[in-house]
T-cell receptor, first 107, second 117 residues
Framework: LAKTTQPISMDSYEGQEVNITCSHN???????ITWYQQFPSQGPRFIIQ???TKVTNEVASLFIPADRKSSTLSLPRVSLSDTAVYYC????????FGSGTRLSIRP | DAGVIQSPRHEVTEMGQEVTLRCKPI?????LFWYRQTMMRGLELLIY????????DSGMPEDRFSAKMPNASFSTLKIQPSEPRDSAVYFC???????????????FGQGTRLTVV
C-alpha cells in the first residue's frame, strides 16, 4: 500500500486559504486519493476524494498533478471550526490512516 | 439512516475481563472496518470485512482480539482477556463501493472509549 507523508502540523488565521500537501510516491494505478477530517472525540469525516486533476466540493478542493505522486487539499477562507486533524489516504478498498496534519486556526 | 451505531459509548473494565464492542453499520454498506485510536499509535486499522467476510485482519494486535460479522447489520470486536494497554477509543466504520469497486466514503461511528484498569 502506498505510504503517505504530510506535515505534522500547520497554523493559519481565520479567513485565510490553507493548503495541505501530501506526498505519495508509490501510489498505484488504481489508487484513489482521499482526505478525512477529525475533530477531538469524534470519528474521522470524509472531505473529498479524487483520482487526477482537480476536484471541488462545497467544503474543499483537491489538486492532483499529472504524476499523482502528491496531492494538495485546499480549504478556502478557514474559520476557527476548521481546527482539526486532516488525513491523506491513498488506496482503493483498504482504508489506512497515517499520522495526519494537525491544523490550528487562530482568530 | 441513523449512521453507524456503536455501543457502548464508554466501557470501564478490570484487567482480565472480557470486553465486547458492538457495531451496526449503515444499511446497504458492504464494507465494515474496525479501528483503534491512541495518542501514541494514532488511528490503526484492526480488521475489515467485505460482505460479512473478513478480508484482512493483519492489524489485530494479538490472539486476545477477535472480530465477527454474523450478518450485514451487526459486527462485534471482542477482547479476551483485556489488559490496560488495550485502553483506547475503538471506531467502527462502514462504506459502500457499488460499481466503483472502491471505497468512496467511509462513515464512522462515535466510537467506544475503553478503559481497562
Amino acid at each position: 500500500l502506498a505510504k503517505t507523508t504530510q506535515p505534522i502540523s500547520m497554523d493559519s488565521y481565520e479567513g485565510q486559504e490553507v493548503n495541505i500537501t501530501c506526498s505519495h510516491n508509490n501510489i498505484a494505478t488504481n489508487d484513489y486519493i482521499t482526505w478525512y477530517q477529525q475533530f477531538p472525540s469524534q470519528g474521522p469525516r470524509f472531505i473529498i476524494q479524487g483520482y487526477k486533476t482537480k476536484v471541488t466540493n462545497e467544503v474543499a478542493s483537491l489538486f492532483i498533478p499529472a504524476d499523482r505522486k502528491s496531492s494538495t487539499l485546499s480549504l478556502p477562507r478557514v474559520s476557527l471550526s476548521d481546527t482539526a486533524v486532516y488525513y491523506c489516504l491513498v488506496g482503493a478498498s483498504k482504508i489506512i490512516f497515517g499520522s495526519g496534519t494537525r491544523l490550528s486556526i487562530r482568530p | 439512516d441513523a449512521g453507524v451505531i456503536q455501543s457502548p459509548r464508554h466501557e470501564v473494565t478490570e484487567m482480565g475481563q472480557e470486553v465486547t464492542l458492538r457495531c451496526k453499520p449503515i444499511s446497504g454498506h458492504d464494507y465494515l472496518f474496525w479501528y483503534r485510536q491512541t495518542m501514541m499509535r494514532g488511528l490503526e486499522l484492526l480488521i475489515y470485512f467485505n460482505n460479512n467476510v473478513p478480508i484482512d485482519d493483519s492489524g489485530m494486535p494479538e490472539d486476545r482480539f477477535s472480530a465477527k460479522m454474523p450478518n450485514a447489520s451487526f459486527s462485534t470486536l471482542k477482547i479476551q482477556p483485556s489488559e490496560p494497554r488495550d485502553s483506547a477509543v475503538y471506531f467502527c466504520a462502514s462504506s459502500w463501493t457499488g460499481s466503483t469497486l472502491r471505497n468512496t466514503e467511509a462513515f464512522f461511528g462515535q466510537g467506544t472509549r475503553l478503559t481497562v484498569v
